[in-house]
Every structure is written in C-alpha cells, then in structure tokens.
C-alpha cells in the first residue's frame, strides 16, 4: 500500500504517535526507507507527529446519547461513567475552565456550556448532543490546556525519533518559541539532523506567531483544534496568514485536516473539500495533508487521486497570476542598502526563477546542503525544480518543499560529467525530451563548478549522452 500511495503522489509518510505504538510505527519506516532505496526518481520523507498535551474524556462501557438542554459532567476524578459524568485525563480541567466557557467534544461534534464547577467537578449544559464515545478530545473555546507542549510520551517518541533517522517532527499544540529551542537543543545534544515542524492549532500559538515560525523549520495549520478553540471563521483568514508568514520566512507551510473528510466513508469528494485544496494551492502552500482519509479510510488510494489531481490542475492555472512572495531577506536587504551571502543568494534564485518561467523551463540545480533548492521553491518558478544531491537525507527533506523533485546521484569532480549524468537520468525517467532546453542553476561554496563562492544561471540544450 505505501508503495501504491507513492505512486500516486504521496511525498511524505506522517507518523500519528496519538495511535499505535513504537512496533507499528517501526513497521511503516522500515516500509518506506525500503521503498526510497529502491526507487531512483521518488522520494517519502518521514514525519513523526507528536501526541502533545491531549485532553480527552475517559473510557465509557458504551455510548452515551447526550440531548440539547440536559446536565451533564466531567470530573477529574478517575474511572467514572455514569449516564451523567464521566472523567477527563487531566486534573488540572477544573481550574482551567470557568463558568461561561463553551466546551467543544470532538471539535465540536457536541459541545456544552459550562454552568458551575466544585473541587473536582465541572457541570455544564448540553447545547449541542450527539454520541458521547470513549477518548473524545476536548476544547474549551478561546483558551488551551496549561500542559507543556512536550509530554514525557513525546520524548519517548522524540528519541524513537533519532534512532530512526526521520526527516521531520510535527510537534503538537506549541504555544511558544521555547518548546522549539528546547527540542532543537535536545537534537544538537543527539547530533541529529532532523527538522522541526509547529503545528499552529492553539489560541495560545497566535499572539506567538512569528516567534514560533521563526524558531522553526517549517509550519503546519492544524485546522482540526485551531477551529476548537478559536473562531470557526478565523481559521481561513488564519490559514492564509499562516501560510504568508512561512513564505516571507523561507519556511515551508503544510494545510492539514478535513481536506477529504468525506472520502473516509465515501468514494467521491464533496464540491467544498476540492475548492479546499484549490484554495490552499492557491494560497501557495507547500504541502497539503491527508489524516483519517489514509490512515483507516475506507478509499486511502482515491483520496490520495483526488488530493494530486486538484492540486496539478490548480498549479496549472497559476504561472501568470501569482504574486512571487516578497522574501524577508529581500526586504531587510533593500532597506540597508547592504547585500550578504544570503540575500544574494535569495535575489539570485528570484533572477533564476523569472528567467525560467520567462522561456518556460524546467529548472536543474546541483546542491549539496539543499539551500539554493528551498530558495528556489519559495519563489515558486511555475517549472519544475529537478534538485540533484549526493546526500540522500538532503533528498529526503527535498520531498516536502512545493515544486521540487529530488533525486540522488553521486557528484562528480568533473562539472560536465555531472550536467550529463543529470540530463541522462532525466531522459531515462522521460522528464525531459532530447532537444529540450534547461535552466540550469548553481551557487555557494560548496559549488560543482568552482571552489569559491559563485552564482551561475545558464540556458542548455538537453543532448543525450
């Protein structure tokens, strides 16, 4: 299956460590690090995302029908299940909701306002019923949990993590900056290489935003409990700011939750779920995700179709109407009047990409550390950017940044003799057609072309070597 998932567009393998265990999940790695060495022209990176600090109702023997207007409870207090009070996992609830709150089950299947609360109980009012199962997740609207983002489950995960060699960490309900240093030092403690991604998910993480995404490797907007603890119709103008904020910080953006919702029963999309995916592609997101639909959907294949058909069609349209993004170190660059290596290298990927959408090329680039590959990628050339590396855990996290495909080859001493190994194993994988013209880009240090710190941007024709 994950080979078929591949095949039909799956960039990267999202680890769930809110469900199964260390043995599961050490299945579906050793399946994917199978597949990336044994396929020359596609890559899976690997996700691992962290439970973080759920707050969930306790187990019930079965489920309780909760109707509009009826009293019901949740105690701290544990291993209760009554028709009117079960527990939650978590002692401190008490004190973190107040009378007046909205309480959210399942992200807002039910909820309930809170009346009154005693030492270890809180008593509220059904306003909208449902079936009450066990483990629902909870809310309290406009507040989050005074949990640390980082559980002892999640470092047990974190190292499960290392001694696998992952490429990305989704960390779950970040609310400040510190939790991404405090891993990221855990990390460098570890000598790992591996990627840190916030999920943006609580009310807490909003005033803390560019601080969070800034501090990180990337973004994921977690609309799921985004949406329970703030206003439903905050998260599209979130979702939107969330993603402008990762494109002016060069981070990548991946849009998450209930994007084929529907397809988990059903074989077919709704009509709102693929304007979702277009509106997020739109958005210029770097990745959209796929939960439930792959996880234990009933159509995992089909979603995963839908979800790669929509966004090629939506891509399709976009080369003459979208607005490249304005790069922070742009900005920073312009008012100083002062150039470094960076801001060249990022005007010389934006002079890159306007060139090769001007002629309508695809991109070639050589890189070792995978910079000139991400630059690229967030000015978002309507072409294809094939990213040649030697390092395969530079590959890897190639896979999640929009419009590149990563490919490993072994670099020569010779610069030629690599510009002909790349060409050929283009047309071998009938990306390229002999005839056809390149935009072929090299910069930095660690050049194939010279020693020194240099920028190129050449025009070849593809000959078969």
Known sequence: MIWKL???GMNVARLNMSHGDHNSHQKTIDFVKEYNSQSKDHVIAIMLD?????????????????KEGQEFNFTIKRGVSTEDTVSVNY?????????GDTLLVDGGMMSLSVKSKTADTVKCEVIDG????????LNVRGKSATLPSITEKDWEDIKFGVDNKIDFYAVSFVKDAQVVHELKDYLRSCNADIHVIVKIESADSIPNLHSIVAASDGAMVARGDLGAELPIEDVPLLQEEIIRKCQSMQKPVIVATNMLESMIDHPTPTRAEVSDIAIAVREAT???MLSGETAHGKYPLKAVKVM???????ESTLSSRLTRPILSSDVQALQSGEYGPSDLSAMFASHATMMADTVGLPIIVFTRTGSMAILLSHYRPSSTIFAFTNNERIRQRLALYQGVQPIYMPFSDDAEETFSRAINCLLNGKFLRNGEYVTLVQSGTHSIWRNESTHHIQVRKVVQG
Request: aromatic share 4%; proline share 6%.
């Open 6 to 8: 591949a095949e039909a």
């Open 91 to 99: 002692d401190d609830f008490v004190n973190d909701v107040d009378a």
């Open 130 to 137: 449902g079936e009450l199962k066990s483990r629902r997740h």
């Open 286 to 288: 770097d990745a959209i």
């Open 308 to 314: 790669h058909t929509v966004a090629l069609r939506t």
């Open 50 to 66: 962290t439970k973080g600090p759920e707050v969930r109702s306790g187990d019930v023997p079965q489920p309780i029908f909760l």
